[in-house]
T-cell receptor
Framework: ETGVTQSPTHLIKTRGQQVTLRCSSQSGHNTVSWYQQALGQGPQFIFQYYREEENGRGNFPPRFSGLQFPNYSSELNVNALELDDSALYLC?????????????FGPGTRLLVL | AQTVTQSQPEMSVQEAETVTLSCTYDTSESDYYLFWYKQPPSRQMILVIRQEAYKQQNATENRFSVNFQKAAKSFSLKISDSQLGDAAMYFCAYSSISSGSARQLTFGSGTQLTVLP
């Protein structure tokens, strides 16, 4: 069974640029959630995708957007990067509709905005 | 909105001893899930244990067990026979199971556990 994978592992961008982060869900999972984890803090929910539709969103501006593909993989796009966007971005997959909707996390992408 | 509070930013334990990490939460819902995740320096968030609120029995996974007090909205993690590999940041997390909700995880601020040899 393949776990959740994310790419790239590290990324450096400058303020105002755009970035795309990628996530492949665990085998058998149909739901992907994205979280932002600032240094020294707990992760904050960005949004969730289920059946290629956004299924819930946290308190993040519209410049944070996403996609889910038919194979359940997902992308997180961030436009007009700001310094405060520097963080670890975590992707988690789960199986919606099951009795145990536990989210399993990938290794994360570390984004640094200069 | 649900909130999760971890009041112990740092804890330490001697190898082979037992340690308890505290977590409290606030919710108006009656059914939900609670989780403990660990995040070692490698950054990957790893599931430690899960508790369904409708189950009165406390969850146990090998050396890890929880003390779930629903009325008090308390969910502590006990680690027995601590090992060096248990050293990590531990996060308590809440998930609603209401129909139509996104099942998002709400995390606490974490407890950094150090295991002393």
């Amino acid at each position: 069974e393949t776990g959740v994978t994310q790419s790239p592992t590290h990324l450096i961008k400058t303020r105002g640029q755009q970035v795309t982060l990628r996530c492949s869900s665990q085998s058998g999972h149909n739901t992907v959630s994205w979280y932002q984890q600032a240094l020294g803090q707990g992760p904050q929910f960005i949004f969730q995708y289920y059946r290629e539709e956004e299924n819930g969103r946290g308190n993040f501006p519209p410049r944070f957007s996403g996609l889910q593909f038919p194979n359940y993989s997902s992308e997180l796009n961030v436009n007009a990067l700001e310094l405060d966007d520097s963080a670890l971005y975590l992707c988690a997959s789960s199986s919606a509709g099951g009795l145990q909707e536990t989210q399993y996390f990938g290794p994360g992408t570390r984004l640094l905005v200069l | 909105a649900q909130t999760v509070t971890q009041s112990q930013p740092e804890m330490s334990v001697q190898e082979a001893e037992t340690v308890t990490l505290s977590c409290t939460y606030d919710t108006s819902e009656s059914d939900y899930y609670l989780f403990w995740y660990k995040q070692p320096p490698s950054r990957q968030m790893i599931l430690v244990i899960r508790q369904e609120a409708y189950k009165q029995q406390n969850a146990t996974e090998n050396r890890f067990s929880v003390n779930f007090q629903k009325a008090a909205k308390s969910f502590s993690l006990k680690i027995s026979d601590s090992q060096l590999g248990d050293a990590a940041m531990y996060f308590c997390a809440y998930s609603s199971i209401s129909s139509g909700s996104a099942r998002q995880l709400t995390f606490g601020s974490g407890t950094q556990l150090t295991v002393l040899p």
